[in-house]
């Protein structure tokens, strides 16, 4: 059961343009959700996150969008550089006994930013 | 992320052998998590662990699989009995513990069952 879903495997952008990453999912009770960047043969890094009570977060040239009643959000670029060229994961997370949480993530969408 | 240390980066077994990943947490950090990234999928969540005790394990196999974080020195993935179908990246992360509290992951082990 693919509880959080990133349905674009890639994605090609100019440099200069906004890319736009998109996620959806199913579980209304997940916390708040993060976008993890990825390298190869590297771990995944965090990038931004955004609350389930909040529809906007902005840091950069990073901004995080959520539509709750959709059950959607998407990652947007602006201005892309070939740097971001990547793997992005969409992460949902779910408050766990013990204080942490579980993070349950996409598939991913390879970036691919052209100079 | 530097600050989690797994080893080895890659990891080559023969089918039935058992393979041992290792995870050393951020400083300061009791949480730990372990995913599986199989080819062209999404890290997948299977297990938390603090120290001396497993949170949730839901996302681990039900045979050959085990997990462990001792009070003392790194949490240890052990996948007995290797098969094909092991072969994967396997990240550990961990975290400071709150909600919302960011987890950081280390660089992974590649595991090759051959």
């Known amino acids: 059961d693919q509880q959080v879903k990133q349905n674009s495997p890639s994605l090609s952008v100019q440099e200069g343009r906004i890319s736009i990453l998109n996620c959806d999912y199913t579980?209304?009770?997940?916390?708040?959700f993060l976008w993890y960047k990825k390298y190869p043969a590297e771990g995944p890094t965090f990038l931004i996150s955004?609350?389930?009570?909040?529809d906007k977060n902005e840091d950069g040239r990073f901004t995080v969008f959520l539509n709750k009643s959709a059950k959607h959000l998407s990652l947007h670029i602006v201005p892309s550089q070939p740097g971001d060229s990547a793997v992005y994961f969409c992460?949902?997370?779910?408050?766990?006994?013990?204080?942490?949480?579980?993070?349950?993530f996409g598939k991913g969408t390879k970036l691919t930013v052209n100079p | 992320n530097a600050g989690v240390m797994q080893n080895p980066r890659h990891l080559v077994r023969r089918r039935g052998q058992e393979a041992r990943l290792r995870c050393s947490p951020m400083?300061?950090?009791?949480?730990v998590y372990w995913y599986r990234q199989l080819p062209e999928e999404g890290l997948k969540f299977m297990v938390y662990?603090?120290?001396?005790?497993?949170?949730?394990e839901s996302g681990m196999p039900k045979e050959r699989f085990s997990a462990e974080f001792p009070k003392e020195g790194p949490s240890i993935l052990r996948i007995q009995q290797v098969v094909r179908g092991d072969s994967a990246a396997y990240f550990c992360?961990?975290?400071?513990?709150?909600?919302?509290?960011?987890?950081?992951f280390g660089q992974g082990t590649r595991l090759t069952v051959v």
């Open positions: 579980n209304s009770m997940f916390d708040y």
């Open positions: 992360a961990s975290s400071l513990a709150g909600p919302g509290t960011e987890a950081f």
């Open positions: 662990l603090q120290k001396e005790n497993i949170i949730d």
């Open positions: 992460a949902a997370a779910l408050y766990l006994q013990g204080g942490s949480e579980k993070l349950v």
């Open positions: 400083k300061g950090h009791s949480h």
């Open positions: 955004i609350s389930s009570i909040k």
